[in-house]
Each structure stands twice: as structure tokens, then as C-alpha cells.
């Protein structure tokens, strides 16, 4: 019998959920191999992994041995279950965010499914996991990550119109970071904007709503509000330690830092780490005509544009406030946003450019150029493989000194100064004794040498990447405005900072645009010569 002409083919197996985030997992997890067994990095060392030690010795959400931020704790349980049940180690720890990090994939997957196809989704979803910023905070116990992964869920459940499952979802990522409670509330001026404008005729008008549906939106902040109850109520403060609420609300309210900060987190969601590549393909592809589907022969379709009103509320909300608060203008804050704005440009390459998979694979190669090779001017470590050359250099210090400087006294600057007193962040067996200043600048080391008697050694480390070819010390009077307004600084030179000190070197070591070199303040020749050069 001759098939039905009539009848449409079927169409083809969808993988089960449960497959697809154990394929997630295990690609994320073999590239993220040799990166698991790393020491505590920066904010981690310094926050997240002794917030969760405690949580975990004392099942107090309030961290003791270090100072409280006010930040939510569900990161810190996250990661106090999983050494519950496996044990203490930067292994487990990783592995546990890597979990999150997969799930966040998956999130990416299924909400660009739902706006743009199956074709969009894997190559959105791919291009998300190479994103630099997006790969190194894939195993960093940081909290940026489970918000982002959570709310990129909760906004796939908000276009599926599972209103209540997205609303769990954004509760959920508020307790991992605060600011995660952005895009909810995005989402409730974008629905009462239209209220108001009722009637008035717009392609972006997302479906109609009530102002009951539109104040449900806020309901994820009920659970924040009360975290930060128990936590006045505990700590006698709402948002943090007076100091952190400082540097992160009050110093940053100034008229024209607000203004750079606007740029360079424009920057962050349309350039940053080679992210322009994208953006600009996209931009010049709007010049071209749909291509047509086959056989069909209908125009390639676009994401609905409600649903682009959506991205670019959630997109625009992120930018306007964390303008206006944050004292480390940091591109992992904007983390939830990126994979909206990758969304967008392979949603138009797919349907203005023929070859489009072949543009997108070339994204793809400069984002893993951006893991090694950042950009011409200092950045965070964080945001690129620098990280490791970062940790690799102070586990080679933090080794030399265990082995010949056990009972000297260290002067250093934090995080170092944690790493070498804190056995469990990874890099030494024992505590060693340090003295604390707050940077390796002229002035700090200036004051260092005035109390020469108070340490033997000197910890001294580059604490920003910096390329050989660095474009802002062409421009001294940027430079002082960064240091005025964001507290910027440039290292003194490890050679220039030791004869400042008036000591000898005794390691020098380099990875990269990275640095660290330790001073013997008494010349021990017979200890500088026990270490190959």
C-alpha cells in the first residue's frame, strides 16, 4: 500500500532528559579534568569554602572563620552535602559545581529550544560552555554560577508558562546570590509596563497579563527577605559586614564611576573575552535577507519577539543595577545574561547566513583561544585559564616556603596570606606565620620597608594578569581615574619591590602575565641556593 501523501513524517527521537544531562556532565567533566584537584582560588579561598566548611562543622549558616557577606548560603549547603558524603577535598568540591554547571547547560539547551529549535539550542549550548568567563566558573565554588544556572531554568519555565515552577526556580536562585533576584523582578516591570500601556500596539507585547500575575513575580523575594531577617537578627546587619557594604553599595554611587561602570559592562555582555567576534557576525548577518527553509520555502523563523522583550528586560536590568552596586566591576556578575545574548546572535546567524554552523564553530575557536590568550590590558585571572597559571605559581611558593621558610614570618597580601595560614584551602600541611599588608603597590611597599624587623620573607605576587603589551600604561591619566574610582592598582615590578624591601630574591617564578617571587630579608644564601632557578 502507497504511503498517505498526506501524512506528515514523524518527527525524529528526542534524547530523554536524563541522557542529555549525563551527556552535559561528561563533556563538561573530561574538559574540566585536569583542572579538579587545583587549590582554593581568590573568592573562594577567601569566602565561599570556609562559609561552607563552618556550615558544615557547626551547621550554622553564619560562617565564623571568616566575616559574614550576607550572602544567601545555598551555594555553601550545596557544597557542605557533597563533603558530607564524600569528603573534604578540592575534588569533590569542583566536581560538586561542575553538577551545578552541567545543570545550567542543560537550562541553556532546553530554554533556546523552546525560543529558537533544536539546530539553535545545541549550538547556543555549546557555544555557552566555551565561553571563557562561562567555562572557568563551571568548576569555581562561586556563587555567580548556581544563580545563573537556576534563573536560566526559571526563565525557560517562564516562557513554557509553568509560571509556578519558575517562580520556584527564582526563589531557589536568589538563596544562591542575591542579585539573582534581578530577573524576577525584570520580569514584573516588563509585564506592568505593558499593563499600563494597555492597548497601545507593539510587536514585543508579551501575552496579555493581570497585575495579580505581574506582582507574582515578586513572591522570590519573600525567601530573601527573610534570609537577610535571620541575618540582621544574628549579626546585628542586614546586608553584610559594614565594610563589605561599603565597598560594594556606598563607594560606588559616584556620578561619573557610574558611567564607566554602564561601559564596561556593555563591554561584558557584547565583547568581553572575545565575545565581539559573536556580536559583530550577528550585527552584519541583520544586513542580509532570511534564508529560506526546505522545502517549505517560508523565511528562516526568528525568536518571537515577545520573548526578545523578555531577554533584552533581563538583559538591560543586569546592566542598569549592577551599574550602580558592586565594588569589583567582575564579568562573572553578568553571568546569567551572556548565554541570553549568544542565544540571540546564533538564533540570527541561523537565519541570515547559509553557512552559519561553520560561523559558529569559529566562535567557538576564539572562545578557546580567550581560555589562553586574554586581552592586551589587565583583567581579573578568573575570567580565562590564567587562574591556574595563578594557582600553580602560589602552590610553588607555598611549597618552597613549607620546606625552607616553615617557622619565618611572611609578609604578604591576601589571598596569600590565607593560603599559607589556612592548611585546608590546599596549599601547605601546616600554618605558616604572616604579616598582612593590603597590596604590593609603591606606597604599601614603601610602609613594608619601614618594619623590616617584623617579617624574614616577603610573599610578593601579581594580583592581575599582566600581558606584556598593556595597552591602558599607554594611557596615565585612564589609569589614575581607575585608581581614584575603583581602586586599581599596579604592582611594583618583583625586582624593583625587593630592593625597595632591601632583600634578596630567592624564587622568582612566571606563567603567563603571572608572577610571584619570594625576598629573603636576611640573605640566606644557603636557602636560595637549595632552589633551581
Known sequence: MPPDPRARPLPPPRLHPAFLFALIFTAVFLLHAPLLRLPYFWDEAGYYVPAARDLLLTGDPIPRSTVSNAHPPLLMAWLALWWKLSGFKPAVTRIAVLLVAAFGLFGVFRLARRAAGTSVAAATTLCTALYPVFFVQSSLAQADLPAAALSLWGLGLYLGERRRSALVMFALAALAKETAILVPLALAAWEALWLVRRG???????????????LGLLLPAVPLALWYAYHWHRTGYVFGNPEYFRYNVEATLHPLRIALTLL????????YMNLFVLTVAAAAAMLLPPQMEKPSGDPRARIALPVQGVFGAVILAHVAALSLVGGAVLARYMLVTVPLVILLCVSTLRRRVRGWPLAVGVVCLTFVAGLFLGPPYPYPPEDNLAYRDYILLHKRAADYLAAYGRHARVLTAWPASDELTKPWLGYVQQPIAVVRIDDFSAPQIALAAQARSQYDLA???????????????????????????????????????????????????RRGGEWITIVDMQHIESAASRLPR
Open 200 to 214: 497601545s500596539a507593539s510587536r514585543f507585547a508579551p501575552p496579555p497579563r493581570t497585575l495579580r500575575q505581574a
Open 459 to 509: 610573599l610578593l605576587f601579581s594580583t592581575e594578569y599582566e600581558p606584556e603589551r598593556d595597552l591602558l600604561a599607554r594611557f596615565p591619566a585612564w589609569e589614575r581615574l581607575q585608581e581614584r574610582l575603583f581602586g586599581y592598582h599596579r604592582d611594583l615590578p618583583p625586582d624593583l619591590a625587593a630592593r625597595f624591601l632591601g632583600g634578596q630574591t630567592i624564587l622568582r617564578a
Open 264 to 271: 564596561r559592562r556593555l563591554w561584558q555582555v557584547t565583547g
